[in-house]
């Protein structure tokens, strides 16, 4: 995969009152993600070439992908694709990456969700609204030590768009 070709079309920053290594920990350990991603678990082999998983709670398989970039306490590129073999067919692989970097007594994180072709803004409305959610949340938990319980579900013009491209969804 040539990660060239691949363009943000969501970034989210925010800042932590945190240290890089709690952050990083989050980002890769399942017992944290469970907390602040809705229950769902992250499984990482940090190496490149590596496994990424994401399990929801019942532990079935959302999210696969492997490791691309890996400098710890850093920055982690994963692909990132659901299990819905038409989602990838048709709109292609995601790729997130995350940039942690220390400022001052705080922790600034960059979240970039990026394809290699364009999405609709439709289609991205999903992860425009669940990524602040779950930033929001890990921050939350990083800084109270409770996460957030944020319920959702995916927009209705993502369904829609998604619908239209003949993409059921699970």
């Known amino acids: 995969m040539d990660v060239k070709n691949f363009k943000p079309a969501i970034v989210y920053t ?7 290594e709690k952050v990083w920990e989050a ?15 992250v499984e990482v082999d940090l190496r490149v070439g590596g496994a ?12 696969s992908g492997e490791v691309i970039e890996c400098e710890p306490l850093k920055r982690l590129t994963v692909t990132f694709n659901v299990n819905w073999p038409a989602l990838l067919e048709k709109l292609g692989p995601t790729l997130v990456t995350y940039e942690i970097e220390q400022v001052g007594d705080a922790v600034k994180l960059t979240m970039l969700q990026s394809h290699d072709r364009e999405i609709s803004d439709d289609i ?33 013009r993502m369904l829609a768009a998604l619908k239209e491209l003949g993409i059921g969804t699970p």
């Open 27 to 41: 980002l890769t350990q399942a017992e944290f993600s469970r907390q602040y991603f809705s229950g769902h678990a």
């Open 124 to 156: 991205l409305s999903g992860g425009r609204t669940g990524w602040p959610a779950i930033l929001s949340s890990l921050k939350s938990l990083l800084e109270t030590g409770n996460a957030l319980e944020i319920q959702m579900q995916p927009p209705e």
């Open 14 to 20: 925010i800042y932590i009152a945190s240290t890089p």
């Open 52 to 63: 990424f998983i994401m399990r929801t709670p019942d532990g079935a398989l959302h999210i």
